[in-house]
């Protein structure tokens, strides 16, 4: 709710919904790092062949992850040309500050999941903010 708030002031809204991880890249999942590793050579490559910088990414500017999503992007049609539809990515999203002095956990950390099949949606609700509560 905070980003929500943040963003839109006067309407802030949260959307809660059910999502079935079928065909996902899922990362929370270490086996999915050493095929992606693979793949990865194989974007950068793409981009060196054509003399293009691949997409930065500048947290201080934009909370956009534009190097991600062009990766994931291309990693997915990879395996779709390979005869394996990738639906979801679920992930981790390191950002804030460390909860206190030399935490490894950070205030705004979060999983992101895209959702490249709509149908893995199972339900969905909007959330209501409580007055005095924090949270989502």
Same mark, same amino acid.
């Given at each position: 709710?905070?980003?929500?708030?943040? @963003?839109? &002031?006067?309407?802030?809204?949260?959307? #809660?919904?059910?999502?079935?991880?079928? =065909?996902?890249?899922?990362? %929370?999942?270490?086996?999915?790092?050493?095929?992606?590793?693979?793949?990865?050579?194989?974007?950068?490559?793409?981009?060196?062949?054509?003399?293009?910088?691949?997409?930065? @990414?500048? &947290?201080?500017?934009?909370?956009?992850? #534009?190097?991600?999503?062009?990766?994931? =992007?291309?990693?997915?049609? %990879?395996?779709?040309?390979?005869?394996?539809?990738?639906?979801?990515?679920?992930?981790?999203?390191?950002?804030?500050?460390?909860?206190?002095?030399?935490?490894?956990?950070?205030?705004?950390?979060?999983?992101?999941?895209?959702?490249?099949?709509?149908?893995?949606?199972?339900?969905?609700?909007?959330?209501?903010?409580?007055?005095?509560?924090?949270?989502?």
């Amino acid at each position: 709710m905070q980003w929500a708030t943040q @963003q839109h &002031p006067q309407h802030p809204a949260v959307i #809660r919904a059910t999502i079935q991880l079928e =065909n996902c890249i899922d990362l %929370l999942d270490i086996k999915w790092f050493p095929p992606l590793k693979i793949v990865y050579n194989s974007f950068r490559e793409g981009y060196q062949r054509f003399e293009r910088p691949l997409p930065k @990414q500048n &947290p201080t500017l934009s909370k956009a992850h #534009r190097l991600d999503c062009a990766f994931f =992007n291309y990693a997915t049609e %990879l395996l779709r040309s390979q005869g394996q539809e990738m639906e979801a990515i679920r992930a981790i999203f390191v950002e804030g500050e460390n909860m206190f002095p030399s935490s490894a956990i950070f205030d705004l950390a979060h999983i992101q999941i895209a959702v490249k099949n709509t149908a893995l949606i199972k339900g969905n609700c909007s959330t209501q903010r409580k007055q005095g509560f924090q949270g989502v």
